[in-house]
């Protein structure tokens, strides 16, 4: 299960009746945009970390499931299947010092991420 905070696009969400407007559930202040990722298909996440010519990414696939979560979780939820061991992810995730932050895009970007890092010369961990 990934989630944004709160704030994610509106378009994200199958059904309009499940938005949510409240306050910060982290601060209590301001406003907040509640509601689960209800869009199913493939996903790309990818998480880029590093400073100064010493970048590295983290690229993996997966199928996006939709999420029923808005009520036990606060923000906006979405349920990821990997077609490979998680166990082996989050490894690979401790091992190579990535963060909590990933960006998730629906469609197949493996393949264009993985180039990109070929040309900046960045450091890549592709899950397969």
Known sequence: MFSHCGAGAL?????KKDIVIHDDYETGKGVAVY???NIPGEV???GLIGSSGEY???IANGKAVGSNLI???????????FPFNVRD???QIAYNGFN?????AYGNLKEELSELCQLL????????
């Open 100 to 104: 909590h932050h990933w960006n998730i």
């Open 89 to 91: 992810m989050f490894r």
């Open 35 to 37: 509601f689960p990722e």
């Open 56 to 58: 590295r990414m983290f």
């Open 71 to 81: 009520k036990a979780y606060e923000g906006n939820p979405l349920e990821v299947e």
């Open 121 to 128: 010369k960045i450091n890549s961990v592709i899950m397969e």
């Open 44 to 46: 790309t996440m990818g």
């Open 11 to 15: 378009s994200l969400t199958k059904n």
